[in-house]
């Protein structure tokens, strides 16, 4: 359960660049729930998920995590409760580590650790999960992370997330790095982690088609509040066509290309 509560983030606070990129921002995510967070470059969608991992300061506000205020908490002690895989295939993971070695440490976080009694029960553990993703890397557990591709990577980084069942999972465009048939691979495994480990997630995305079609609930963002909030029978019937057309009716435009938020 992710609750938000009148959240602001200020950019360059007491400088001429000051700037709100979340302005009074509240959100309810109740367990389980999967959401879609769309908008512009800038809109703050980005903000919203370093907020909630502790990764940026916030100027006001509450971030209630499983119904525990962690506005105070900092980022290392958040992680211990969130997953995140980010946009870099990289990012997520050790690459001058093996694939087994980035399993075991991230098998040491999270509330509900893995680690057995002995180290040989944890390995088998491990590669059973590895076997999960169907990418054959349980053979090749003692390879360094830098060999692999990155659709491969970006499959490890979200195994390595939602293995311990975080209480929550932030997925930021973390298939926009990937080839077309990777993006699907790992968008097929993102949505059997989430309803496997019934995860509570946001995930930030351009593509609005997957928005769409992926998740429970769909939130617009424009100048770092929600403009839009869709879900159920209304999100079911929306349209591509529909969302552009709300977009620029928020923008106060006639018409516009629309190229950052259709990317």
Do not use: C
Not at 55 to 75: F, K, M, N, Q
Not at 157 to 176: F, G, I, R
């Amino acid at each position: 359960m992710i609750v938000v509560e009148r959240l602001t983030v200020v950019f360059n606070p007491g400088t001429p660049d000051e700037r709100a990129a979340i302005d009074g921002l509240s959100i309810n995510v109740p367990r389980g729930q999967w959401i879609s967070v769309i908008g512009s470059n800038g809109a703050g969608k980005t903000t919203l998920l370093n907020a909630i991992a502790g990764s940026v300061p916030t100027a006001a506000g509450r971030i209630v995590l499983d119904g525990v205020d962690r506005s105070g908490d900092p980022e290392y002690r958040r992680a211990r409760i969130v997953g995140r895989v980010r946009q870099d295939p990289s990012a997520g993971t050790a690459p001058d580590m093996t694939v087994i070695d980035n399993m075991a440490l991230a098998s040491r976080k999270g509330p509900r650790r893995l680690l057995p009694a002995k180290p040989a029960s944890l390995k088998r553990r491990l590669v059973e999960r590895l076997a999960e993703l169907g990418m054959g890397l349980e053979n090749r557990t003692e390879e360094n992370v830098s060999r692999l591709s990155g659709g491969q990577r970006q499959a490890l980084a979200l195994l390595m997330a939602a293995m311990t069942e975080p209480s929550v999972l932030l997925l930021d465009e973390h298939t926009a790095a990937l080839d077309p048939r990777n993006a699907d691979i790992v968008m097929a495994l993102t949505r059997r982690f989430i309803r496997d480990y019934r995860l509570t997630a946001l995930m930030v995305t351009h593509d609005m088609r997957r928005a769409l079609a992926d998740g429970d609930r769909l939130i617009m963002m424009h100048e770092g509040g929600i403009v839009a909030d869709i879900a159920g029978e209304d999100k079911a019937s929306a349209t591509v066509e529909g969302l552009v057309r709300l977009f620029r009716d928020v923008r106060g435009e006639e018409y516009a290309e629309d190229r950052d938020l259709l990317s």
